[in-house]
């Protein structure tokens, strides 16, 4: 009897024959790809979420034929370190840049990769502006900030189309922090564009970092709100929550134009049933994809504790982008992906959207969001359809009926 | 002795370009930068004795005044640095008044002067004209060549500007030093009692202090955006940034000349370094670094209370 396959074996075995006339094995050097992310300081949440991405990819890579070689740098949530820390990592030999998670970072490393002709592609930051520099190094993997905004709102309506629920008003609630104070601002401006079936009534700023927020949700209901519109941040979340539950505030939907807190695991530790029917907008990892399959399996088999978020996706894709233009350049010189990567057609890759391609200013304009509802204490894909595991479930059950 | 080492740190700067490469390019720019708003910082604290620790305040203003003026007027930074100067002078003046006039001093001092950074920083998050929380970019051009007066250029360029800076500002402050002005504020930092006394106007003389280094803090501000092109009140205006700038005179010598920039030369590479034994010996866990460096900090703090350069001096011939 021969040797036992196991399932993931199996499905990486089937990626990389659907990879094999694209991808095809590569005898070259592996390609030296430097990562910048900040570990450390206030982003390090974040950071450390985007290089389990990374330490996930070396091996998936490695089983398409698509070799590299990782150094990871820590850019400390400092532009001063960002920029050196790209400056060190070229010196050391780095053919391509990825990163850095933080627009002020990403621009910096950006001037850097311009300046000595490295590609640079960026894994996370929305700021519109880094792409309309005219830089000729720069590859952005991620939406605009407007872009996220815009998606996350639509697939609202789309969501109250599919499930047929009436919803009359809506209580925005979003975090004072510098990120709830952009998206709300964004929100402000775009809504009134979009025709939501809805009106935005009452809008509650929340102090993050306040004990508890009976105020702020006893303000929601007093509105008579039936949908909760959340800007979260991470703990927020799940004080509000668990606001709502204590006093029985039901409304029909709580959903997240676009932020992170809903769908964590120490959400889903803490609140367990409470926190199932929430839902994000938001760009996340194709469940159908056949690589998506192979690199869940991988982060399953590395992490089996952390949850797999929109960081991981993206960084991943920023280094198979590398991988791929490596491949196609026939070269891991930087400047043989510098005239690869403009001309990248990716369509087996991991994140939700169309082909990874690059408009004239570097731009991959195909990223789109989708609808994350928790079910059973874990983010599950429920619009688009093309991309759906389950059917959205709204009106939510009430908190005693679940 | 002291002056051939001056000539010999001088020279050392002046030829690094020639020798070395992008990454210490970058290095030693950043630590010119920390050793020119050091050195502005030190004019309040070090020879005024007047503890600041919302100084990003100054460097945010400088930064964002010059960037606005260059992109919605086309005002050059080499002319919108006086500007920019003298709305950090006047915001730090109004500060000083309102302190110092209402006697407000020591730690309650200081605490305001963080409150002034901190409130800067959320009224330009939400000034929607200025990017807020969204950022104010400045055009990215090629970055050749050599443009002084739209500080355009290369990395050797802006390396060049700062070292001027930070030269000129070295020379500016030994000549307030040996000034009345210098002599005045020498007196408050030592005896606020003794030189009121000797009939010094304490209002006067620190209101001079915050007004100065507030305005040369502004022209480092004006530096750093122009080299970064990407503001964000968070970064500039954040009370981390605060800290950074005031390591260096503190390590190298609160109240000296040459404090600021020895604190810079020893703490910017001090990271690097390391970084790179870190590396080298496979901790790749994050946070080690920032640990490293505290340990480092602690160490001097505890064996050199005066700094590092006041422990130099001594031995000097």
């Known amino acids: 009897m021969g040797p036992k396959i196991s399932r993931r074996q199996m499905v ?3 990626t990389a024959a659907v990879f094999a006339p694209a991808l095809r094995l590569s005898a070259a050097a592996p390609l030296k790809v430097g990562l910048l992310l900040p570990l450390s300081g206030a982003l390090a949440r974040e950071g450390q979420s985007c290089k389990r991405g990374a330490d996930v990819s070396t091996g998936v890579l490695a089983q398409l034929g698509l070799p590299i070689e990782l150094t990871v740098a820590d850019t400390e949530t400092n532009i001063d370190t960002a920029r050196t820390r790209a400056e060190k990592l070229i010196a050391d030999g780095a053919q391509v840049l990825v990163g850095a ?22 894994n996370i930051a929305a700021a519109p502006n880094i792409t309309e520099q ?42 004072n922090d510098t990120f709830g104070q952009a998206m709300a601002g964004a929100i402000g401006k775009l809504a009134p564009g979009l025709e939501l079936p809805f009106a935005i009534g009452e809008t509650i700023a929340y102090d993050g970092a306040a004990r508890d927020y009976a105020v702020e949700i006893g303000r929601a209901k007093a509105s008579g709100a039936d949908l909760v519109l959340m800007i979260s941040h991470g703990e927020d979340a799940i004080k509000l929550i668990r606001e709502m539950v ?41 469940p159908r994809a056949p690589l998506s399959k192979t690199l869940l399996a991988a982060f399953g088999k590395q992490f089996p504790d952390a949850l797999f978020e929109m960081n991981v996706g993206f960084t991943f894709e920023a280094i ?83 | 002795m002291k002056r051939t080492a001056l000539f010999v740190l001088i020279g050392l700067f002046l030829l690094a370009p020639l020798a070395s490469g992008p990454y210490l390019l970058s290095l030693l720019t950043t630590l010119l930068t920390f050793a020119y708003l050091g050195q502005a910082w030190n004019i309040m604290m070090g020879f005024a004795g007047q503890l600041s620790l919302g100084h990003a305040l100054y460097v945010g203003l400088g930064a964002y005044v ?72 400045l055009p990215v051009e090629a970055r050749t060549g050599v443009d002084l007066i739209h500080l355009r250029g290369d990395p050797r360029m802006f390396y060049y500007v700062i070292l001027a800076m930070a030269a000129a500002l070295f020379l500016a402050c030994r000549a307030l030093m040996a000034s009345p002005l210098g002599y005045r504020w020498q007196a408050l930092r030592e005896d606020p009692a003794a030189a009121e006394s000797l009939g010094v106007n304490l209002l006067r003389v620190k209101l001079a202090a915050i007004a100065l280094s507030a305005a040369l803090t502004a022209a480092g ?97």
Request: with cysteine; net charge positive.
């Open chain 1, 134 to 175: 005219g830089f000729r190094t720069v590859f952005r993997n991620f939406p605009t900030a407007g872009r996220l905004t815009t998606d996350g709102l639509s697939l609202i309506k789309d969501l109250l189309s599919v499930t047929g629920l009436k919803v009359e008003k809506a209580a925005f609630l979003h975090n």
């Open chain 2, 66 to 137: 010059s960037a606005a003026l260059s992109l919605f007027w086309g005002i050059p930074p080499i002319l919108g640095v006086f500007p920019a100067m003298a709305a950090a002078a006047l915001v730090g003046s109004a500060i000083g008044f309102l302190s110092f006039r209402f006697a407000v001093k020591g730690v309650h001092f200081t605490l305001l002067t963080i409150a002034f950074a901190e409130i800067a920083r959320l009224t330009f998050q939400h000034l929607s004209a200025l990017g807020g929380t969204g950022g104010l970019f």
């Open chain 2, 221 to 317: 501000g004006v530096f750093t955006a122009f080299f970064y092109n990407a503001l964000f009140p968070d970064q500039w205006f954040g009370l981390g940034y605060s800290i950074e700038i005031i390591l260096a005179p503190i390590i190298g010598g609160l109240g000296t000349l040459f404090g600021p920039i020895l604190g810079a030369i020893l703490l910017t590479p001090l990271g690097e370094a390391i970084t790179a034994v870190t590396d080298g010996l496979g901790w790749q866990s994050a946070g080690i670094k920032p640990f490293c460096y505290g340990v480092c900090l602690l160490l001097i703090v505890k064996f050199l209370p005066d700094g590092i350069w006041p422990a130099i001096r001594k031995r000097l011939p």
């Open chain 1, 246 to 286: 204590k006093q029985r505030f039901e409304p029909k939907a709580i959903i997240s134009p676009g932020s992170p807190g809903m769908y964590e695991a120490q959400f889903y530790k803490t609140l367990g049933k409470f926190g199932d029917y929430a839902i994000t907008n938001l760009p996340w990892i194709n």
């Open chain 1, 320 to 402: 198979l982008i590398a991988a791929d233009a490596a491949r196609r350049a026939g070269s891991t010189a930087s400047k043989g992906l510098l005239e690869a990567l403009p001309m990248t057609n990716l369509s087996e890759h991991v994140m939700i959207g169309g082909p990874i391609a690059f408009d004239g200013k570097g731009q991959n304009n195909n990223i789109h969001s989708a609808a994350i509802q928790n079910r059973d204490s874990r983010p599950v894909v429920v619009l688009p359809n093309e991309n759906a595991e389950m059917t959205p479930v709204l009106p939510m059950p009430g908190w005693q009926k679940r």
């Open chain 1, 101 to 122: 998670f933080d627009s002020a970072h990403t621009m910096a490393v950006a001037q850097v990769c311009e300046q000595r002709g490295v590609p640079l592609i960026i």
């Open chain 1, 12 to 14: 990486a075995g089937a």
